[in-house]
């Protein structure tokens, strides 16, 4: 039996239970540099709950129930405090990046600023000058100064707010990788069910301790790494994702110092690791006791889960710890994901997959990792057109029902209504349709693809994802870059490659890399390709939670914003953007 059965029905009134019956216990843990012992803050359930009493004093002080705060950290345990504290005054959190140097950055936070209505943004010290600069800067109107809460209000103020299951206690914002971002309303019964989910499909109890270097206003970050292990009385062990991709290896460290169990970090870092930890480094560490990796928020590649097995075998890492997982906001978090199995892997005909159909070949095709059986939804996989239901072994949109699928989308009604209320063709209701290309096969899901990003060619569909893998094996220079792939109507479709060069090479040797790409892409895909442009490490634009925004790189493309180390596009597609820069000119 797994400690999620104890749960009680809201996030305030679990969090006050634990500090009641095991307060002592230490609930989380800031390590600040895992290379350096001795560097540990830490907090008992008893702290935890006297810090949030303390903020949510200060807090309903101020402001009506029900008003939305903005919080503005990356990871620590101030913006734990911070969360809960929100949640003891009766107000909905919503965590988001703190305003970045980069203009695109500072524009998201402010969009969503204006969208949530804020009342106030909390913060930590040191993050607060820069926050209320930007504030004022962006004429904000916010109601009191941004803040840091630490020491503030007193726990003899304090009164519990009343709170049932169906309140709001977060917005959590969509990372945009297709679109604006979206408040997702999270329910307390959401956060509260998903995290019984995770403890019974991971098969964790509360001697397990989560941990990770995730940024708290991921949804991975706060719910996966902090929410769900408090409320199933675990521990959690947090590091600052700076950290983490400095040097790969202290996440690892940390994990082995810090007796964690569940760390879940996104597809790319576990291939980071793969990349950057060396054989001696492995040779060091002891990972036997990492019972999970969970391996979600992107798509899962079967070589990677492969790779990192192989890499860190010499520390003791288990190939069947590795848990490939699925999951979205909108579904609060967790959707499907299994441990304690080798992974499951299935190789499919390309040319059936993008007939929507699926056939198992031996050797050559797209390998789909398998993600469990989403054992706490209704799942449906249906034609996105027709609204049929689709049998197994056939591909269509990925539809949920469930106590983990959120209420809606923050003051979008008519797109709530569209998205977390579908109905099938035979009219049953309900349902969250995800946007994920996927299918059911021997009792495994497994995704394909996203339908807005994926694009039809010349009558095929195509998959953006499956062309920037291969293009990351053309070159090693490739090869720890990231790339978008979209297509264009130039007027007929065409194929644009965006990626980004390691060390900056010469034109030549530029010329010689973009020739593979277009053979390469041709080679496994048989299409043409009409641009390709390489670019500086760091440039194509990703969310915060490391998804990369192809719609946003295909509208910088086509403005010409995109500073280029080396540009390959056809007539067609020059044509094309000199009128898309007139046309957004005039509109100006």
Known sequence: MTVAKDLAETVTAGLRARAEHTGGRAAVLFVRDPGEPGR??????RQLDEQARRIGSWLAARFPQGERILLLDTTGIGMVTAFFGCLYAGMIAVPAPPPGRHRHQRDRVTAIAHDAGVATALTTGAQLPGVRQWAEAERLGLRHPAVDPSGAGSTADWRMPPTAPETVALLQYTSGSTSEPKGVMVTHRNLVYNAHLIGEQLELTERDRFGGWLPLYHDMGLIGQVISPLLLGSAT????????????????????EQHVALSPAPNFAFDLCRRGVTGEQAAELDLSGWKCAAN????????????????LAPAGFRAESLAPCYGMAEATLFVSGRRNR????????PAELERGEFQAVSRAGRALVGLGGA?????????????????DGRIGEIWLRGASV?????????????????????GDGGYLRTGDAGMLFEGELFITGRYKEMFVFRGRNLFPQDLEHEVRRVHENLASGVGAVFSVAAPDEEIVVTHEIRARRGENEFGEISDRIRIALGREFGVPVSGI???????VRRTTSGKIQRLTMRELFLGGELDALHEDISPELHTLRKAERRTRKELR
């Open 296 to 311: 979600g928020s992107e798509p899962v590649h079967a070589p990677t889960l492969a790779a990192f097995a192989e890499r």
């Open 533 to 539: 442009v390489l670019l500086r490490p760091g440039t």
């Open 237 to 256: 062990v947090l590091m600052e994702p700076s950290a983490f991709v400095k040097r790969p290896h202290h996440w690892l460290r940390m994990i082995q």
């Open 40 to 45: 540990t803050e830490s907090l008992t359930y």
């Open 342 to 349: 080798p992974a499951v892997v299935r190789r499919a005909a």
């Open 375 to 391: 054992a706490g939804f209704d799942i449906r996989i249906v034609d996105p057109e027709s609204g049929n239901v689709l049998p």
């Open 406 to 426: 959120a209420a809606g989308y923050w003051r979008r009604t008519e797109l709530t209504e569209q998205v977390f209320r579908a109905s099938t063709a035979d």
